[in-house]
Nanobody
C-alpha cells in the first residue's frame, strides 16, 4: 500500500510559478515510477508528466512541455512538479500517482487526494 499526499497548490497570476510536492509513504518509493495528472473544471482527468523510478526519462504532455518540470528525490520519498509560465488553462486539481512498477508503462495503482491550482489572467 502507498499513501500519497500532495501540497503546494494555490492561486497565482498568469506567468507565475508554483512547485507541487507529493510525499509518498507505505512502501519502497524508489521502486515505482511516478506521475502527475490534472482535472480542469468540468473536464476529464488528463496526463501531465511522469518520471521513471530512477529519476530518468521524464515525459510530458504537449500542453506543458517546456514549462513544467517533473523531478524526484528518492531519499525524501517525494516527487515534484515545478510549474513555470503558468496560464489560466493550467487551472485544475492536480493529482499525484504511483505506477505499479519502475516504469510509467505500467498501470497506475495509487492516487493522492489532489491539490488545487488556480491561475488568473
Amino acid at each position: 500500500q502507498v499513501q500519497l499526499v500532495e501540497s503546494g497548490g494555490g492561486s497565482v497570476q498568469a506567468g507565475g510559478s508554483l512547485r507541487l510536492s507529493c510525499a509518498a509513504s507505505g512502501r519502497n518509493f524508489s521502486a515505482n515510477a511516478m506521475g502527475w495528472f490534472r482535472q480542469p473544471p468540468g473536464k476529464e482527468r488528463e496526463f501531465v508528466a511522469a518520471i521513471m523510478s530512477s529519476g530518468g526519462d521524464p515525459f510530458y504532455a504537449h500542453s506543458v512541455k517546456g514549462r513544467f518540470t517533473i523531478s524526484r528525490d528518492n531519499t525524501k520519498n517525494t516527487v515534484y512538479l515545478q510549474m513555470d509560465s503558468l496560464k489560466p488553462e493550467d487551472t485544475a486539481v492536480y493529482y499525484c500517482t504511483a505506477y505499479r512498477d519502475s516504469t510509467y508503462y505500467t498501470p497506475r495503482d495509487y492516487w493522492g487526494q489532489g491539490t488545487q491550482v488556480t491561475v488568473s489572467s
